[in-house]
């Protein structure tokens, strides 16, 4: 018990206290306003930390290198060169040889000619595309910023890139090459240069594009891969792209265009650099662990753990990672001659036969394989009746003894197309291929119907009044 | 004594002694004042007012009829002149019943006062503050803690479900611990926030927790009231009108919820256990073919299809075949295709019940204590809440704690803290959209085993065939795969108020709310077929957010005479940072490795960070003037760091104005109307709920290829963009009839909200696919009523019913022509111009063609044409139906028999609304075009036999009438007996007689979506798909969870 004085004095202190609180409070409540008042300014100026702030991109070397990388990322994308587009093509070009069996609508849409304006398949190819034109124009517009021993080559990786792309828009967004007008049949917008709405923030309308026609847009993919070839190295680590990768997809928009001369000689120079030898065994085209894989492969795109599924091995591959959606129906299978390989190609996961090309879960996927350009050059060279780096004939039977197939002692047009079929199933040249060769998908739908041509996506209609919808959407 | 003179000098020194400090000015008013009632006889009545507890200051002493006042001090006193025509003096403080007493010439005059119960008194919690119900010129609904106390569900939103007009909540799936949807007046923006700005205890909440996304899960995001216990809230006060939120100014336009916790009271210290036990059900269950029905439907669809594309149905690729391969198989061979018509050994699995439960369990334990002495008040609890979905897998625990303190250091000084601590555990499930989602097991074929006999595990389990059944087995996932959400959150705040001098208030405050979370996702070996992970692999998620909040304000206080005065200003700080970090990784040594530490391949590293800040300056003035009139006024100055550099501030003002006519004489001594009043608001609110850096042009750089870093232009700039303005009229009455037993309000109101944040499409050729633009308006308008009636009231019973209605119309007025889209893509819900938000866009079908079988659209080519086409995609799409309803309401009815037993009921009706119910719909409908399950309401299509069907031919693999349409949108209203309660109170007399320190002891049980009344022939027409929904996209159904019915019985005992 303390004494009766010490106790007034402790309460004096603790009144004292509560004096010197409430002080404090008065004193920490004007601090604060006062804080806030002054640094209100700043108090507001937050940025971003995991992303940056477009104004300060682009202005070092380094920039325009990781933006050329983020164009790749693009291309990959799944709607591009990831293995949607080559889906679409088995599944549009179809007549009876696979069954969609999964549960994507919009891939069964594709498989019953039913393409709808809203569907994934068209719009999110073209927003894909579109993003992936727009980041390699942003590099091509900054080439300048680059060391001068990088410009050409990262010049001529972006223009591969815009040009890829747009070969893919044009094929599958506008009526076949020469089916009807070139030059007044529409396509898709031409764009070139970098969106300047990304640093002025304000979409005018000169962002509202009108279509350029297929004539237009097949002569910047001309344009843009024959500029890439001649600027390209020689080689790549075969994820980017060279000057075998530029000709190999050079071949191919010419085989499109019908212009056999320049795709026989395009895939003739990509065979003539001799550093792409067919796989001893087909199964190894497919494998990327293989010892075949990497001289068969011009250009794949890689698939890796850390970037997820690919799409080719989600439809048609079954447990891992695949889905079983894409059925090989018998009509297909009694197109193999016996003996042949390839026929052994195919899988039974519980009663449902499957493709095993796309088996390799975290494979990487072929785009161009050497086999390709024999299988072009045979066929331009037999059309043209010529035997640019080699016969048509040998180029056919080097296809056929690697898949254990008898040589063949002649060759008709037919007997390429067929080869061409079966070596390349599955790999997204079923619709094309029939296209060109202006080949029906059965009785009742011929190569030009409005259906096998993808409708322009329904939000893009919407929001730009300047395009106009594909006949029959 | 009477003189003025003595009385000029005592009012002088009281004045002086509550503070030296007070300003001249304010002296002289009052010596004004003062000299205008000079030449009245006057007569001082003094006294002290208390309560319970103690003295109560603050109350206010008024003579009735009359225009003077006076205010209770610090220690309980008052002194009020009165005139000899004075007769009855009027006390009133928030809270507490107001009492008349008459003065009948006493000079001393003391009263007690007691906290009130009646509806009009209700102490509203307005912002920065409170108020009494009867002087409110906004509009604010009020939710006690006794309407919600017993509902079995693990967060207050869930609760208030029906409870406040214009109010309206929607669980979006039987998902536990998932986000809740509540609008508060209708959506009043497009792209940016539509929830309301929570505030507990004066702290903003963090408004989305956990949106994660995954390698393995998609973004689900928790209900962050989640980790609230529902027992602590002493009440929920939701602003609705613009006079009432204008205060928040730029949070206010989706409407503030502001809850409030409980607190302790000086005096005997209460303890209260209390413990509930109950088992839940789906509330609602959707049937689906059984073996034969599934066989004899299938075979019909192949031998379809065969005629269709003239297949012979032996041809090895026919359907036909395909169909008997396919059973075969799903069968696990257990089907013969040779003996087609013996079933005897193919399984019936009845998918749909093996991963819903009945009678799953939840627990409830509470406990709190709370009390103090004059100084220092406290309240403690701590909640154990264990709930286990009807989902399997599913279960929700949570621990928490609470310790409220509130501390009086002098008369004039108080601080206090609110202290909350909530550790919340989620099992959770993938979203409605995976196959590993349990729902979505109802597709899978009946004649598939749930149990693989060869290997005794659920079919689809390692080293069984994981191809089969036709799609993941959901229940694969649920035993070898977890999402393991814990939550860590610490709420509260620390305040400090201090009365500078009598009527004037500083309190600062400083709140918190930070949230640790983790997601640890595992996926074991046997999940291969789902995780696409041969050896297994993890996913752990880590996102803190670290939410500050600071605010002080000064309040003044007035009452001279006939004028009373309140005045609000301060300024306020909120900061928020968010960090996330995501590790992926597979290949583990065994099932028995979880983490990443044993995963050979680490496969995605992330993290990142994003900040917001707001700035507000606010003021707000209240003023009444005798008992009739209220006018009040507020504004603030908001600044939001997501807004373009020179746009960044806004001022958001408001005013109203009450009449309380039957404070007025032609209405005082009115028999039958108790109370009448008027009144009308207008203010702005804001929006800035867009993502944090919304006006930059941002650089991504996860444009990862080949392992090498990549950058990708990911969001436009728009430099200019600013606030979303909400402006909101309301006009209101309250009234009560016949002493108050019938009391209600009726409020009409519009919310015309401009400069829309919209997220517009812009074209895709520019390589982006949106911009955020200020662009647009949207209206809500609507009308709100409340009645409460006591219906009877005698000696041992009563019946008292209160009912709620309430429609709101909503309509895009203005997006300068865009449309935008959400929900399912194949059947899109919009915000187009002329139409409600969410409108759903689809061709609109016409039945079968029963010729053929085929099913047919409405071509409508121009509005209203009745042509019809089989072919798909000439049929235009049009506006077929709003996931908006016309109205809801609720009735609750409250019986209590002798003081002893309370029942009450309530039933919730929400009409109108329309849901889409195609992503279900177009698997497992009659025409779908794929192998899934079909409900058994779809067995009655066209055939040659029956064709006069709406439901047109099965065609396996092909689709006829499966597309999407208006053939599957569906209405979606519904009554629901949502609430029964049954309780007992123990009487006092007994527990006195008991004499064993027990004070109250009530037992009760509760039932929640007891009967639901619906035509829907989903499973639960209260659904929002998890994967679909959406600002735009409402009321999609995508194998949804149904809610749950709860029965529960629980004890509260008292010490």
Redesign the interface.
């Known amino acids: 018990m303390l004494p009766k004085h010490s106790k007034q004095i402790f309460q004096m202190k603790l009144?004292n206290i509560?004096k010197s609180?409430?002080k404090l409070?008065?004193g920490?409540?004007a601090l604060?306003?006062m804080v806030?008042?002054s640094a209100?300014a700043n108090?507001?100026?937050?940025d971003?930390?995991?992303?940056?702030?477009?104004?300060?991109?682009l202005k070092s070397e380094l920039?325009v290198k990781?933006?050329?990388?983020?164009?790749?990322?693009?291309l990959?994308s799944g709607f591009i060169y990831g293995g949607e587009q080559s889906v679409y093509s088995e599944l549009l070009g179809d007549d009876?040889e696979i069954?969609?069996?999964g549960?994507f609508?919009?891939l069964?849409?594709v498989w019953?000619k039913?393409i709808?304006p809203?569907?994934?398949s068209a719009?999110t190819t073209?927003?894909n595309s579109?993003?992936t034109?727009?980041?390699a124009n942003?590099v091509l517009a900054n080439i300048d910023t680059l060391l001068p021993e990088d410009r050409n080559s990262v010049r001529g990786q972006a223009l591969f890139i815009r040009g890829a792309v747009y070969f893919e828009l044009v094929r599958f967004y506008g009526k076949t090459f020469g089916d009807g007008n070139n030059a007044t049949n529409p396509a898709?917008?031409l764009?070139t240069t970098p969106?300047a709405?990304?640093?002025t923030?304000v979409?005018t309308s000169e962002?509202?594009?009108t279509r350029n026609s297929v004539a237009e847009i097949y002569a910047q993919v001309v344009s843009d891969l024959t500029t890439a070839e001649s600027l390209l190295p020689a080689t790549s680590d075969g994820?980017r792209a060279n000057k075998a990768v530029a000709a190999a997809l050079l071949s191919r928009v010419y085989l499109m265009q019908g212009d056999y001369a320049n795709a026989r000689d395009a895939a003739n120079r990509v065979i003539a650099t001799n550093r792409y030898t067919l796989a001893p065994n087909f199964i190894e085209c497919f494998r990327e662990a293989l010892p075949g894989f990497s001289g068969e492969t011009i250009f794949r795109i890689?698939v890796?753990?850390?970037d997820?599924?690919n799409s080719l091995n989600t439809y048609y591959s079954?447990?891992?990672?695949g889905r079983?959606d894409m059925e090989v129906?018998?009509?297909h299978v009694a197109l193999y001659e016996t003996g042949d390989a390839r026929a052994s190609m195919f899988f039974t996961?519980?009663?449902?036969r499957l493709s095993s090309k796309w088996t390799d879960?975290y494979g990487d996927v072929p785009i161009f394989r050497i086999a390709e350009m024999y299988l072009t050059r045979a066929e331009a060279n037999q059309r043209l009746g010529t035997e640019v780096g080699a016969k048509p004939l040998d180029d056919i039977n080097r296809i056929r003894a690697r898949v254990k197939l008898p040589a063949l002692t002649s060759l008709t047009l037919a007997a390429i197309l067929k080869e061409r079929k079966l070596e390349l199933a599955f790999e997204g040249h079923l619709l094309h291929d029939l296209k060109r060769t202006r080949s029906n998908i059965s009785a009742a739908l011929p190569f030009s119907a409005n259906n096998l041509v993808f409708p322009i996506?329904q939000?893009?209609i919407?929001?730009?009044k300047n395009l106009v919808q594909n006949p029959?959407? | 004594m009477n003189t003025v003179d003595t009385l000029i000098k005592q009012s002088t020194s009281h004045l002086l002694m509550s503070s030296v400090r007070f300003s001249r000015m304010a002296a002289l008013v009052v010596f004004g004042v003062m000299f205008a009632f000079a030449g009245e006889i006057f007569a001082q009545v003094s006294g002290t007012v208390k309560d319970e507890a103690g003295p109560l200051r603050g109350v206010t002493i008024r003579v009735k009829g009359g225009t003077k006042g006076a205010v209770s001090d610090k220690d309980g006193k008052y002194s009020i002149a009165t005139t000899d025509a004075d007769k009855v003096l009027v006390f009133s403080l928030i809270g507490y019943a107001k009492k008349e007493v008459t003065i009948a010439g006493k000079s001393v005059i003391d009263v007690v006062m007691s906290l009130d119960v009646q509806r009009l008194e209700d102490v509203v919690v307005v912002g920065y503050g409170s108020a009494i119900k009867k002087d409110l010129t906004g509009n604010i609904a009020k939710v006690k803690a006794s309407e919600i106390s017993d509902v079995p569900v693990p967060s207050f939103d869930a609760a208030i479900q029906g409870k406040a007009a214009g109010v309206v909540v929607t669980q979006g799936s039987g998902k536990l611990g998932q986000g809740m949807q509540i609008r508060v007046r209708g959506a009043s923006s497009i792209s940016a926030g539509q929830d309301p700005l929570y505030v507990v205890d004066g702290v903003p909440l963090t408004a989305a927790l956990g949106g994660f996304a995954g390698?393995f899960t998609n973004g689900r995001s928790v209900n962050p009231l989640a980790d609230i216990n529902p027992q602590d809230i002493e009440s929920i006060d939701i602003l609705k009108d613009a006079a009432a939120a204008a205060i928040y100014g730029s949070r206010g336009a989706n409407g503030v919820v502001l809850v409030t916790t409980k607190k302790g009271k000086a005096g005997k210290t209460n303890i209260n256990f209390g413990f509930q036990r109950g088992f839940s059900s789906p509330a609602k269950t959707l049937k689906f073919l059984n073996r034969a029905q599934y066989l004899d439907h299938f075979r019909r669809a192949a031998g379809n299809s065969d005629r269709i594309d003239g297949i012979d149905p032996k041809d090895?690729?026919s359907y036909t075949a395909?169909i008997e391969?396919?059973i075969?198989?799903q069968s696990l061979g257990l089907y013969d295709p040779a003996k087609p018509t013996d079933l005897s050994k193919v399984p019936d699995t009845d998918w749909g019940a093996a991963v819903l439960r009945n009678d799953a369990p939840t627990t409830q334990a509470d406990f709190s204590m709370s009390g103090g002495t004059d100084k220092t008040a406290f309240f403690l609890s701590g909640q154990l809440f264990e709930q286990e979905g009807i989902l399997v897998g599913n279960k929700l625990n949570r621990l928490s704690g609470r310790l409220n303190v509130d501390h009086k250091?002098?008369d004039?000084?108080k601080t206090g803290f609110n202290l909350n601590i909530t550790r919340t555990n989620n099992k959770r499930l993938a979203g409605d959209n995976a196959f590993s989602s349990p729902l979505q097991a109802v597709a899978l074929a009946p004649v598939t085993p749930l149990i693989d006999p060869t290997t005794g595990l659920p079919t689809g389990t390692p080293p069984g065939?994981?191809?089969?059944p036709v799609?993941y087995n959901p229940l694969v996932g649920i035993n070898n795969s977890y999402r393991d959400y814990v939550n860590l959150r610490n709420l509260g705040n620390i305040f400090?108020e201090?009365i500078?001098i009598e009527g004037l208030k500083?309190r600062?405050q400083f709140g918190f709310d930070l949230a640790t979370q983790s997601e640890e996702q595992w996926f074991g070996a046997k999940t291969?077929?789902n995780?696409?992970?041969?050896l297994g692999g993890i996913t752990n998620l880590n996102q803190t957010v670290e939410n500050f909040s600071?605010a002080?304000f000064l309040t003044y206080n007035k009452v001279f005479d006939a004028h009373t005065l309140e005045v609000t200003a301060g300024?306020e700080?909120q900061?928020s940072r968010s960090k996330t970090s995501v590790v992926s990784a597979?290949d583990l040594p065994s099932d028995a490795f979880r983490l990443a530490a044993a995963a050979a391949?680490p496969?995605?590293v992330t993290a990142?960070?994003?900040?917001?800040?707001f700035?507000r300056y606010l003021a707000r003035a209240n003023y009444k003037f005798s008992e009739w009139l209220l006018v009040s006024g507020s504004a603030s100055i908001d600044?939001?760091?997501r807004f373009g550099a020179n746009k960044?501030y806004g001022f958001f003002p408001a005013g109203s104005v009450g009449v309380v006519l039957s404070e007025m004489e032609f209405l005082k001594d009115n028999e039958v109307l108790s109370f009448l009043k008027a009144r009308a608001s207008f203010g702005r609110t804001g929006n800035a709920e867009i993502g944090?850096?919304g006006s930059?042009?941002?650089?991504?750089?996860d444009?990862?290829?080949?392992?090498?870093?990549?950058?990708?232009?990911?969001?436009?700039?728009?430099?200019?963009l600013s606030w979303e303005i909400t402006d909101q009229a309301n006009i209101g009455v309250d009234f009560g009839f016949l002493n108050n037993r019938i009391t209600g309000e009726i409020d009409l109101y519009t919310k015309n909200s401009t400069d829309l944040l919209l997220t517009i499409?812009?074209?895709?050729?520019?390589?982006?696919?949106t911009?955020t633009r200020n662009v647009g308006s949207l209206q809500n308008k609507g009308i709100e009523i409340v009645l409460n009636t006591d219906n009877v009231n005698v000696e041992g019973f009563s019946w008292k019913t209160s009912l709620n209605f309430s429609s709101n119309t909503n309509l895009v007025q203005n997006l300068q022509g865009?449309?935008l889209?959400g929900g399912i893509?194949?059947l899109?819900s919009r915000a187009q111009e002329g139409q409600p938000i969410g409108v759903f866009f689809t061709p609109e079908y016409a039945g079968v063609d029963p010729t053929n079988g085929n099913a047919i659209w409405y071509r409508n080519d121009t509005l209203g044409s009745r042509t019809t086409t089989s072919v798909?995609?000439q049929a235009k799409q049009i506006v077929a139906g709003s996931p908006l309803p016309a109205w809801t309401g609720a009735i609750t009815n409250n019986f209590s028999f002798l003081g002893m037993f309370d029942f009450s009921f309530q039933f919730n009706a929400v009409i109108g609304n329309t849901i889409n119910f195609f992503g279900v719909g177009?698997?497992s409908s009659a025409g779908s075009?794929?192998?899934?399950n079909v409900a058994v309401d779809q067995l009655n299509y066209w055939t040659p036999t029956n064709k006069n069907s709406t439901l047109p031919e099965a065609r396996y693999?092909?689709?006829n009438g499966g597309q999407a349409s208006s053939r599957f949108l569906l209405d979606g209203s519904f009554v629901r007996l949502r609430n029964v309660t049954l309780s007992f109170n123990t009487p006092k007399s007994i527990l006195n007689d008991l004499n064993i320190g027990i004070t109250s002891l009530r037992v009760y049980a509760t039932a929640l979506n007891l009967m639901t009344f619906t035509n829907y022939r989903g499973w639960d027409p209260e659904v929002n798909s998890d994967d679909f929904g959406g600002n735009i996209a409402q009321g999609v159904d995508f194998y949804t969870a149904p809610q749950a019915r709860t029965i529960t019985f629980g004890i509260n005992v008292g010490f």
């Open positions: 009144s509560m609180i409430q409070t008065i920490l409540s604060v306003l806030i008042v209100c108090l507001l100026n937050v971003p930390v995991t992303t940056i702030d477009g104004s300060t991109d920039s990781v933006a050329l990388t983020g164009a790749y990322d693009g990959s009876g069954r969609f069996r549960t609508a919009y069964g849409n019953r039913q709808l809203l569907d994934a719009t073209w927003m579109f993003s034109i727009n980041r942003r898709v917008p764009i969106l709405a990304f640093s923030g979409i962002d509202s594009r994820t890689p890796l753990e850390q997820g599924a079954a447990t891992p990672g079983r129906l018998a009509k996961s519980s009663g449902r879960q996506p939000r893009e919407d929001v730009n029959g959407y | 390698a090895p690729d395909s391969a396919y075969q198989e250091v002098s004039n000084f065939d994981a191809n089969i799609y400090g201090l500078i500083l600062g291969i077929r995780s696409g992970l041969p600071g002080a300024t700080y900061q597979q391949k496969t995605g990142s960070q994003t900040d917001f800040t700035l600044g939001s760091s960044r944090n850096f930059r042009g941002l650089v991504s750089g444009a990862v290829y080949n392992l090498a870093p990549g950058t990708r232009p990911s969001q436009l700039p728009n430099p200019n499409d812009v074209p895709g050729t520019t390589g982006f696919a911009q865009q449309i889209r893509g194949a899109p798909y995609s177009q698997y075009s794929f192998e899934d693999l092909k689709a």
